[in-house]
């Protein structure tokens, strides 16, 4: 199915009827990234879902944090990173069905999912362009967001009533689990969807950094 064929009422409603199961969908969500040094503000947790990206469940286990409340994750995202995956609900972006998700699942004894949800990459970009405005396909190297950025997108979609961006950076290398230092990508690309949504009255951020770089709101409690 290409971007032109999705139907996006049914997507959303689709994703809104899967979210509010988690009871999520009304909560206001941290969406948490692998940045070095997330700076996670005291108390937050107790009024935000906690959203991970990718592998950012290491960092939060490495914090004592618990469980998240729902992880987005990539199918290219090798399971050896982070094999004791434990989360409500995992939004996984893959071609296959939730029921064959859930079936390949089984073979992994040390991850914990209560709840699956199958997004394909063409919706997630679709998504990331209909939220922006525009496509993101010419600029940067790769040409597409993140996952943090389009989980960003998935959250203003669906109409989650706060978003606050926390551990996503534009400038610091590397991730808080490991000391690889590895380059950040899609920066170009991050860059160019968050000036089209930085004005969004539901969207903060708990970084200084990344409030300074993009211009969104810094998030304070209250």
């Known amino acids: 199915m290409s971007r ?22 009304d909560r206001p969500w941290l969406i948490l990234g692998a940045a070095p040094s997330p700076t996670i503000p005291e108390g937050i947790l107790s009024t935000h ?3 991970d990206i990718n592998n950012s469940g290491l960092s939060a286990a490495s914090l004592g944090l618990g469980r998240a409340d729902l992880t987005l994750r990539k199918k290219s995202k090798p399971w050896s990173e982070h094999p004791n995956l434990n989360t409500r609900g995992l939004l ?6 939730s029921w064959l998700l859930r079936l390949q699942l089984l073979t992994m004894p040390r991850v914990r ?3 699956i949800m199958a997004v394909t990459r063409t919706e997630r970009d679709g998504l990331v362009e209909l939220m922006a405005g525009e496509s993101v396909r010419g600029t940067g190297d790769i040409g597409k ?20 961006l ?17 380059k ?11 000036s089209r949504l930085k004005d ?15 211009g969104i709101k810094l998030w304070q409690a209250g």
Not at 6 to 25: E, H, N, P, T
Not at 146 to 164: D, E, H
Request: a negative charge.
């Open 166 to 182: 926390c551990g996503i950076s534009l400038s610091k290398q590397g991730h808080f689990y490991n000391e690889l230092a590895r």
């Open 92 to 97: 996984w972006y893959n071609t296959n069905p």
């Open 145 to 164: 967001a993140s996952n943090g950025v389009a989980g960003l997108c998935y959250a203003l979609f669906v109409g989650v009533p706060q978003i606050v």
């Open 200 to 214: 969004r009255p539901e969207l903060f951020t708990t970084e200084p950094d990344l409030s300074a770089e993009a």
């Open 184 to 194: 950040r990508l899609q920066v170009s690309e991050d860059a160019f969807v968050l």
């Open 49 to 51: 879902a906690r959203v």
């Open 113 to 115: 999912v209560d709840s």
């Open 4 to 25: 032109a064929e999705i139907d996006w009422s049914v997507f959303r409603s689709r994703q809104q009827k899967w979210l509010a199961k988690l009871g999520i969908l």
